[in-house]
């Protein structure tokens, strides 16, 4: 859309049980009333999308997919978009405010995320290879419709992984629509913030849920990058049209490269 650049997709999720594209992965036609967008294929299960945009249109727009998906795109949390994605953008000279109006958890969902973005106008080249000294570690979980104990446990096993003391360490319970759960562990360092989430599910443990988010966080202090794979993965969203930018991270994954 920024660039004004056709794309065409093909077999797109071609491996899964159910190929193709799903309700709540069409973004295409929400796009496509935006910038005035030629569009083919953007219906429930194709398996090829082309995207040739025209000129983008302000003004207000509202679309339901019809189902539970992730109103920030790609699974983040609202956090990690607030507390470590905008910032990063905010240095290459890309300004945008988020405001949380409602939580939503899957599959349920219902969340109301209220976004004010200004057209990026250039900036500066970002040079961010390693994070510097950790200043602050806290710890966040966030309940709706579920019972206290499960946020004990995992913030248990977080003090006990990340050796956190209880100062640092939160709940809060919030009245989404449905029931949900969500971890939140914040790195602040000297050139870099981090945030580390992970989603409850529905017959994982939450000490499993805690766990998997202290070996992210323990991989990522033990090494001296500015990134974690997370955050490196938001950056190929950056704007095209931004200044160069060196970046440190850790190594991604298997999944990642397969995508």
């Not at 953007?42 to 727009?61: D, M």
């Not at 104990?149 to 009245?175: F, K, Y």
Request: aromatic fraction near 4%.
């Amino acid at each position: 859309m920024c660039t004004r650049s056709p794309v065409t997709l093909r077999k797109v999720r071609a491996n899964r049980s159910k190929p193709g594209l799903r309700a709540q992965h069409l973004a295409a036609r929400a796009a496509a009333a935006i910038c005035t967008a030629r569009v083919d294929g953007a219906a429930n299960a194709s398996t090829t999308l082309h995207f040739e945009p025209g000129a983008i249109r302000p003004g207000r727009y509202e679309i339901d997919v019809g189902t539970a998906g992730s109103a920030l795109l790609r699974a983040p949390t609202f956090e990690f978009i607030r507390d470590a994605y905008l910032p990063l953008l905010a240095r290459i000279g890309f300004r945008a405010e988020l405001s949380l109006q409602r939580h939503g958890f899957y599959p349920r969902g219902g969340g109301l995320v209220r976004a004010l973005i200004e057209p990026f106008r250039g900036g500066k080249t970002l040079q961010l290879v390693e994070r510097g000294a950790v200043r602050t570690c806290t710890a966040g979980v966030l309940l709706s419709r579920l019972p206290a104990h499960i946020a004990e446990r995992e913030l248990g096993v977080l003090r006990l992984r990340l050796g956190l003391a209880e100062s640092v360490c939160s709940i809060d319970m919030v009245d989404a629509p449905g029931a949900g759960n969500t971890v939140h562990v914040r790195v602040e360092c000297a050139h870099a913030t981090s945030v580390f989430c992970g989603l409850g599910m529905r017959g994982v443990p939450a000490e499993t849920v805690a766990g998997r988010v202290a070996d992210e966080v323990v991989r990522y202090l033990d090494s001296d990058v500015a990134l974690d794979v997370r955050r490196a993965r938001r950056n190929e969203l950056m704007p095209r049209s931004a200044p160069s930018a060196a970046l440190g991270t850790n190594p991604y994954s298997a999944h990642r490269v397969l995508r």
